[in-house]
């Protein structure tokens, strides 16, 4: 798919390009920045991930590849900073919502030890994450641009910023059943009041934690997009234009992942439970193709046992094949217990379903030929992942930018079904209204039967123009290449030889 490295970071007059790349320690952030810095590797840049010791092994797996590959990619350890009694090390060990809250605004204590790498190594640029505005405090303190991954859309980051400027006025409340439309946007985007985050109501704390965030965003250089131009034009182009942000879209990132290898390896040792990627091969291997549907729902939504069984009741009574992800079932942090299945599912089922318990290869299956649609909770990675692979999708979105990704695949792109009536965002599973097995069954027909046809066929030119902007003359090929020359620009170090 990729040109071998143009070396466009080494030519000669001008040393290496070396940059920093910190994401959020959580699978949605870590997996797609891994896949940025293999990216740049690729193209002659010095690529270092900052990880935690708690999180190395999440992305090791993948790096191997990369050094394998001839593009390496290094690693630094931020060493952490015991935290408060009861905060997690890893996101993955938190057991409820407002714990992995608590884990985010912990990660404010590797300010020192982040800067501590920053003055040792003085690389040429940072990419961190937009959880850590203190790191782009630091890296202004020490003169080094740092860029922001956000880990989701154009569309996302410009409704939130229309919301943030713009919330929906109290007086409006019951209004149109609730719906705001949300003012100076490309299209006519109505949002319901219930979606829109209340981070006040839910974590004062985390309330501020925004706030800075929407401050560290004026300071930075400017912000690195998993998406692609083709994707979004409209709302690539507000934010630069209208928002006036400096960005550069680099995505789909996941593309990095050329082979099966690749994508086995992706995120392999971030979930407990991991499965062996061959056995779905295989099984997907005796399915016709585009006959299975793919459920899961990203690292770290959880649901209640009632829920689950719907869901499970749901697959079943649909009558189509189905690979079902299921997360740390209940909350209970043991994938294996049953108590969560109907009676007699699994024989039920035997053939027609697998259940994939903690972690599954979602790259590799998505891109099975086996494989025609995908139930999501509408995470950034996800929606692209299915976009990539030409798949239709239902779309259950839960909290976080979930509810702005649904509006693009069923609003904007017409890649997706919405499903679940009374939606509301809530981090906490047993705050969600339930949906029943009827709905699931329903959205998984239209989606895998007749009605998801003109979807099939909008998702599969989607995947066309995804290849097309990460091949050489591609947008996003470019938009890399423009940032790696506005980066190298900036250098002021004389260069000598063998730099
Ligand atoms: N993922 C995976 N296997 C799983 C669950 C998730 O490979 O069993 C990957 C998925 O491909 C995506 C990321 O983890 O790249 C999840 O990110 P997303 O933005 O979709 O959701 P989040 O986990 O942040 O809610």
């Known amino acids: 798919l990729f040109a071998p490295a143009l070396a466009a970071a080494m030519v000669s007059d001008r040393r290496q390009l070396h940059i920093f790349f910190f994401p959020f320690m959580a699978a949605g952030h870590t997996l797609p920045v891994v896949d940025m810095a293999k990216l740049f590797a690729r193209r002659g840049v010095r690529a270092t991930i900052l990880t935690t010791p708690a999180d190395a092994l999440s992305v090791a797996a993948s790096l191997n590849r990369a050094s394998e590959a001839g593009h390496p990619v290094e690693t ?131 309330a501020e934690v925004f706030v800075k965030m929407k401050q560290a965003e004026k300071i930075c250089f ?161 929606c692209l992942e299915g976009v990539t692979a030409g798949l239709p999708m239902v779309a259950w979105p839960m909290f976080a930018d979930q509810f702005y990704n649904e509006r693009l695949l069923v609003q904007v792109l017409g890649v997706g079904v919405s499903m679940g009536g009374e939606k509301r965002y809530t981090l906490r599973e047993d705050e969600r209204p339930l949906v029943g097995a009827e709905e699931v069954a329903r959205a998984v027909k239209v989606l895998m039967g007749g009605g998801g046809e003109e979807m099939r066929r909008r998702a599969r030119e989607l995947r066309e123009a995804a290849r097309a902007a990460m091949r050489e003359g591609g947008s996003s090929y470019g938009d890399m290449g423009r940032l790696i020359e506005e980066l190298l620009g900036r250098q002021t170090t004389p260069v000598h030889a063998g730099d």
């Open 222 to 382: 400017g912000v690195v997009v998993n998406s692609f131009y083709e994707l979004e034009p409209e709302y690539a182009d507000h934010y630069r234009n209208a928002m006036g942000m400096k960005a550069w879209h680099v995505g789909p990132v996941s593309l990095c992942n050329d082979d099966d290898g690749d994508r086995s390896a992706r995120g392999a040792g971030a979930g407990a439970g991991v499965v062996d990627p061959d056995n779905c091969l295989s099984w997907l291997a005796s399915k016709e193709p585009s006959s299975v549907v793919y459920v899961c729902f990203g690292s770290v939504c959880r649901f209640t046992a009632a829920q689950l069984r719907e869901i499970a009741l749901g697959l079943e009574a649909s009558g189509h094949p189905f690979i079902w992800v299921v997360r740390d079932p209940a909350g209970k942090g043991d994938p294996s217990s049953e108590q969560w299945l109907p009676e007699g599912f699994e024989e039920r089922t035997a053939g027609t379903g697998m259940v994939i318990r903690g972690w599954a290869p979602q790259i590799l299956l998505l891109n099975h030929e086996a494989v025609g649609g995908f139930v999501t909770h509408c995470g950034w990675n996800s």
């Open 76 to 206: 630094l350890l931020v060493e952490i900073p015991p935290a408060e009694a009861g905060v997690p090390e890893k996101l993955a060990d938190t057991k409820s919502a407002g714990a992995q809250m608590d884990f985010l605004m912990s990660t404010a204590r590797l300010r020192d030890p982040f800067e501590r790498l920053l003055r040792e190594h003085r690389p040429d640029a940072v990419v961190s994450d937009m959880f850590f505005p203190w790191s782009g405090e630091v890296a202004e303190e020490l003169g080094v641009p740092r860029l922001i991954f956000h880990g989701t859309s154009f569309f996302s980051l410009s409704l939130s910023d229309a919301l943030f400027h713009h919330p929906p006025p109290e007086s409006s409340a019951g209004e149109e059943g609730g719906l705001y439309a949300v003012p100076g946007l490309p299209h006519r985007i109505e949002v319901d009041r219930s979606q829109i985050p209340d981070f006040r109501q839910q974590k004062p704390e985390f």
